[in-house]
């Protein structure tokens, strides 16, 4: 397998320009996925250790669905792939001044920030590791037991 050397520079740039002139996109994604799993329960307020992983893994899925719709489009670069991903938007990433190398400070605590929520995003999904469960089983587990009753586990 051969890595690009540049990759990292490349997302870099991405991440970068997505965080200055899409914000909301990349905000609405998050809540997007904590929205989700609060329409997923009836509105039910789940534990925090219950909550964070399924809105991670509810904002996975619809980043997944964000790529695959990209080279279902027909993008082939990685930037694309990658922008479509983080906003949703089946587009190419618009034609803007490119920021050199140079100027991407890979000690720039934003950016480091990024990242580090990008690694725990793939530690909260991988939790699991059996995949999605039933509600009769995942209510049937002795942790959950303090749901029964509630509209999670009627």
Do not use: W
């Amino acid at each position: 397998m051969v890595i690009d050397p540049k990759r990292n520079e490349r997302t870099a740039y991405v991440v970068s320009f997505i965080r200055k002139y899409f914000k909301s996109y990349l905000v609405g994604r998050g809540f997007g996925g904590v929205f989700t799993g609060y329409a997923q329960t009836g509105g039910a307020k789940l534990p925090l250790k219950v909550a964070l992983p399924q809105s991670a893994t509810n904002f996975t899925i619809a980043s997944f669905g964000g790529g695959v719709l990209a080279v279902g489009k027909g993008a082939r670069s990685v930037e694309d792939i990658l922008f479509s991903t983080i906003t949703g938007k089946a587009a190419s990433l618009p034609v803007m001044p490119r920021v050199t190398p140079v100027q991407i400070n890979a000690q720039d605590p934003e950016l480091q920030a990024v990242i580090a929520n990008a690694h725990a995003v793939k530690e909260i999904n991988s939790v699991n590791p059996v995949g999605p469960m039933s509600i009769e089983e995942f209510c049937g587990q002795r942790q959950n037991a303090s749901l029964r009753g509630t509209s999670v586990c009627p």
